[in-house]
């Protein structure tokens, strides 16, 4: 049992449950009662790295017994390293190849993928595309020339890649290429109908939307050709909770509920987390999928971590973006959001750049206005004169924020 192993090797947990009343695993008792256990936050594994070198006291094995050791990119703290042993690496393998196997991709068909196999966790997913059988062809970050060309000379049938780097390919692909399908994950925007109509329509090919989070797996969620959410890919290995991200309260699972995704390893070794909290905040279905799967499907609505509060109105970027991009063709469907003081609250209106026709700056602020409940100062700039990225593209930028 996975709590038993807690108490017995990770020190961190075993004084996080005792604190909270359990002795004991057998106090603890079973997923039935998972809701009175303590959350764990991305904060505490940080602290407990940076008092119990190298993996922390929420570690469970020795470092010389991990297989594998990832680490976050650090962008919103400091990097936190993220063991695996053997067992380990062969479950992130198995959830991989369920994930990006969901939307058709089959052995022998071939696939180009962006992502770098460095410290950071989407690397581990370039294992999913062997276990499926597909012919995979690796380029990296940041070599688009090289991508241009095994696209021309390879003819792959599938890309993975971002959102933002499909947008960006989207206006460097010749409108004739052998891709069927755009594999798109890494951030949120894969899924917002607007956007993938304009990817769709710009790369001649189907988008699919793909969702992790490397402390708990690569990959955990992905869509069918149904594109209506994605299927949970983990069963048996991650036990998954939806919550009110405010209070902390479970939530039930039915169509249309949101909340935000908590998660716990049921076999993890090297360091199984309970209860973790993700910051993803989703939009979730329970009903049969049009494709007979019957699995949880979700769609990612924005994460805590990127959310501003303008006036009492949480905003997140995705969403905004999603707004703007119902402009299109007028609009390019970048974005920029330039906050006015370096803090999550902001007073309104909030300042917003927008790649597009120059006569559309009001009519997107009242569209704003009436689905966000927020009031925006939107700037028109011309096409292609806000940033691009061959990974993630920034949508708030605080440099200029007092």
């Known amino acids: 049992m996975q709590v038993e192993r807690l108490f017995e090797r990770s020190a961190f947990y075993r004084a996080k449950l005792r604190a909270a009343g359990f002795s004991s695993a057998q106090a603890v008792g079973g997923l039935d009662r998972i809701a009175e256990l303590p959350f764990t936050e991305k904060d505490e594994l940080r602290a407990s790295q940076a008092a119990h070198p190298p993996l922390g006291a ?29 067992q380990d690496v062969g479950q992130w393998r198995e959830i991989g190849r369920r994930t990006y196997s969901c939307n058709g991709l089959k052995a022998g068909e071939r696939v180009v993928t962006t992502y770098g196999a460095g410290p950071f966790v ?55 290429h052998s891709l ?47 594109q209506a959410g994605m299927h949970f890919s983990a069963e048996g290995l991650i036990h998954v909770e939806l919550i009110d991200p405010d209070t902390g309260a479970v939530k039930g699972f039915s ?31 329970t009903s049969p999928c049009s494709c007979g799967r019957n699995s949880l499907r979700v769609r990612c609505i924005g994460r805590t971590d990127d959310m501003l509060i303008v006036r009492g109105v949480n905003v997140f970027p995705s ?74 593209s920034r949508l708030v930028d605080f440099s200029s924020a007092g």
Not at 183 to 202: D, H, T
Not at 211 to 221: E, N, V
Not at 261 to 276: G, S
Not at 327 to 334: D, I, K, L, M, N
């Open 58 to 86: 929420h570690a469970a094995i020795d470092i010389s017994q991990a297989a594998r050791i990832y680490s976050t990119s650090g962008t919103s703290g400091t990097p936190l390293y993220i063991p695996l042993t053997r």
């Open 122 to 176: 989407a690397g581990a997913a370039l294992a999913a595309f062997e276990a499926i059988g597909a012919v995979h062809i690796p380029v990296g970050v940041g070599n688009t020339d090289k991508l241009l060309a095994a696209v021309e000379r390879l003819q792959p049938e599938a890309l993975a890649c971002t959102p933002s780097y499909a947008l960006y390919l989207s206006e460097k692909l010749p409108r004739k």
């Open 180 to 226: 069927q399908r755009v594999l798109v994950g890494g951030e949120p925007g894969g899924g917002e109908q607007p956007f993938r109509e304009k990817l769709q329509s710009a790369l001649g090919a189907k988008v699919y939307e793909i969702m992790g989070i490397g402390d708990i797996a690569a990959s955990l969620w992905g869509e069918c050709p149904a």
């Open 255 to 285: 169509d249309g509920e949101t909340g935000e995704l908590v998660y716990t390893h049921l076999q993890r070794e090297a360091a199984p987390l309970l209860r973790f909290r993700s910051r993803d905040q989703v939009r979730m279905w």
């Open 319 to 392: 969403a905004v973006r999603e707004v703007v991009a119902r402009f299109q063709p007028r609009v390019t469907g970048a974005i920029l959001i330039q906050p006015r003081l370096r803090a999550v609250r902001q007073e309104p209106p909030l300042p917003i750049m927008v790649e597009g026709d120059a006569a559309l700056a009001q009519t997107i602020a009242r569209a704003i206005r009436d689905a966000l409940a927020f009031t925006a100062e939107i700037r028109m700039v011309p096409p292609q004169s806000l940033p691009r990225s061959d990974y993630k």
